[in-house]
T-cell receptor
């Protein structure tokens, strides 16, 4: 079946560093991708999204890059802060079906 | 601001009990979803709904049913709770072909 995976289950960085969280997807028909942040005991929080007609999208301190050739998605967080510590999920969707497929998540640990 | 609320943050039930989990959204979204989240398994879709009184099975519907009598409310029902239904339950809503927004989750323990 189709799947969304993550390369690293845990990423540890120092405060102020830039963080990069990677995600591989396998459904070439997916045309919408989302990154969520989930803090302990809370529901996933939308961070940023990108549609397949784009390669890059920037938000506040976050950038998502999409490489459709190798089916790869990444989330870059600039100047990582302790409050960024959380589990980050990528998700893919074929918007014709309106069903998200989630990866299992990467835990980001930020040390002061 | 987007708001999805769930009726309980924590719930403890006994095996065999009927359990209702309620979800309400105030964004007039057409779509609503129920997921469960378990360590190592990620989020798995139980049921979803595109419109009032409509429902579609997700990837793991067994042991669950849903109800959507009003656009803003989507209920998940465990007809006879079992210990393997102990989990974090997450509700989400979205406009057509748009981002899903999640509620805070209900951590259900079945004893």
């Amino acid at each position: 079946g189709e799947s969304v995976g993550l390369h690293l289950p845990t990423l540890s960085v120092q405060e102020g560093d830039n963080s990069i969280i990677n995600c591989a997807y396998s459904n070439s028909a997916s045309d919408y991708f989302i990154w969520y942040k989930q803090e302990s005991g809370k529901g996933p929080q939308f961070i940023i999204d990108i549609r397949s007609n784009m390669d890059k999208r920037q938000g506040q301190r976050v950038t998502v890059l999409l490489n459709k050739t190798v089916k790869h998605l990444s989330l870059q967080i600039a100047a990582t802060q302790p409050g960024d510590s959380a589990v980050y999920f990528c998700a893919e969707e074929n918007t014709g079906f309106q069903k998200l497929v989630f990866g299992t998540g990467t835990r980001l640990l930020v040390s002061p | 601001d987007v708001k999805v609320t769930q009726s309980s943050r924590y719930l403890v039930k006994r095996t065999g009990e009927k359990v209702f989990l309620e979800c309400v959204q105030d964004m007039d979204h057409e779509n609503m979803f129920w997921y469960r989240q378990d360590p190592g398994l990620g989020l798995r879709l139980i049921y979803f709904s595109y419109d009032v009184k409509m429902k579609e099975k997700g990837d793991i519907p067994e042991g669950y049913s849903v109800s959507r009598e009003k656009k803003e409310r989507f209920s998940l029902i465990l007809e006879s709770a079992s210990t393997n239904q102990t989990s974090m339950y997450l509700c989400a809503s979205s406009a057509l072909r748009d981002t899903q927004y999640f509620g805070p989750g209900t951590r259900l323990t079945v004893l």
